[in-house]
């Protein structure tokens, strides 16, 4: 599955629609950036199970603050809607892989519980 360009209008139908999102901020700019995209674009056509999206930084600078972008590339995973993973800086391929795979083994009941349980208390 190729990649998907996330917008501050498309955004939450793509992240609320889809089990498992992976999205890479990102700017055309930046060397880190083009470095890891062929990384991001090689696990998006090994993983259809799971949408990866692109953030534009400068188009999308209201959404990426609105997420409190610092610094580029950041990888955010959504999975349920909740948010498992993010952190600045590329991945080489195969942490990138690793953290596909453990982002899919997760046991989302108990992070929905451990996530109700500490709103109660």
């Given at each position: 599955m190729a990649t998907v360009e996330l917008t501050a209008a498309n955004f939450e139908t793509v992240v609320t629609g889809n089990p498992i999102v992976i999205v890479d901020f990102w700017a055309p700019w930046c060397g880190p950036c083009r470095g890891f995209a062929p990384v991001f674009e090689a696990a998006s056509e090994k993983h259809a199970d799971v949408v990866f999206?692109?953030?534009?930084?400068d188009e999308e600078?209201?959404?990426?603050?609105?997420?409190?972008?610092?610094?580029?590339?950041?990888?955010?995973?959504?999975?349920?809607?909740?948010?498992?993973?993010?952190?600045?800086?590329?991945?080489?391929?195969?942490?990138?892989?690793?953290?596909?795979?453990?982002?899919?083994?997760?046991?989302?009941a108990e992070v929905h519980k451990e996530m109700a349980e500490r709103a109660e208390g």
């Amino acid at each position: 599955m190729a990649t998907v360009e996330l917008t501050a209008a498309n955004f939450e139908t793509v992240v609320t629609g889809n089990p498992i999102v992976i999205v890479d901020f990102w700017a055309p700019w930046c060397g880190p950036c083009r470095g890891f995209a062929p990384v991001f674009e090689a696990a998006s056509e090994k993983h259809a199970d799971v949408v990866f999206a692109k953030v534009n930084t400068d188009e999308e600078q209201e959404l990426a603050g609105n997420f409190q972008i610092r610094s580029i590339p950041t990888l955010m995973v959504f999975r349920e809607n909740v948010i498992l993973y993010s952190q600045p800086g590329a991945l080489m391929g195969s942490q990138f892989e690793k953290l596909v795979d453990e982002v899919k083994s997760i046991d989302m009941a108990e992070v929905h519980k451990e996530m109700a349980e500490r709103a109660e208390g």
